[in-house]
């Protein structure tokens, strides 16, 4: 069995949105409240993205380039993007899964974002029927 006593359970659901700031109002009137919020300067657009927990889920909203907008606002269904996965040791967790030949579909993982307090590390593989998976490990 991979990542024993290392997995922590569900840390947060990636949603793609078209319009970041309808997608927080919407789940504002649900009760979630914005966590974090965050804009992230990759090779071309920025990526708008804002954490929104209620009790112990969090879905983190992100608002794409305007290009991957376009491909979003055309799904019928299918728009959660990733399940992101909680684990103690990101680096353990990156060992195992590769030495279980896993596919990893980030090149340079784990990947750093400066989420939170002191940062994130995360990498993502695919699932049999193309899901995506994330493992995550936010720095203390």
């Known amino acids: 069995m991979l990542l024993k ?3 922590q359970g569900l840390q947060h659901l ?3 949105v078209t319009n970041l700031e309808r997608s927080k109002a919407f789940y504002m ?3 979630f ?3 974090m919020r965050m804009d992230i300067q990759p090779k071309s ?3 708008r993205v804002a954490m929104m927990e209620h009790e112990n889920f969090t879905i983190e909203l992100y608002e794409p380039g305007l290009e991957k907008r376009g491909e979003i606002a ?3 269904d299918g728009h959660i993007d990733h399940v992101a996965l909680n684990v103690l040791d990101i680096d353990q967790a990156y060992a ?3 030495a279980a030949g896993m596919e990893i579909l980030e090149g340079d993982a784990p990947v750093y974002l400066p989420f939170w307090k002191n940062g994130v590390k995360y990498f993502t593989v695919r699932g049999p029927d193309g899901e ?4 995550n490990q936010i720095l203390k």
């Open 5 to 7: 006593g290392n997995l």
């Open 14 to 16: 990636g949603l793609p």
């Open 29 to 31: 009137q649900l009760g």
């Open 33 to 35: 409240t914005e966590v």
């Open 45 to 47: 657009d920025t990526i």
């Open 74 to 76: 055309a799904r019928a």
């Open 96 to 98: 195992e899964i590769k």
């Open 132 to 135: 995506k998976v994330e493992f």
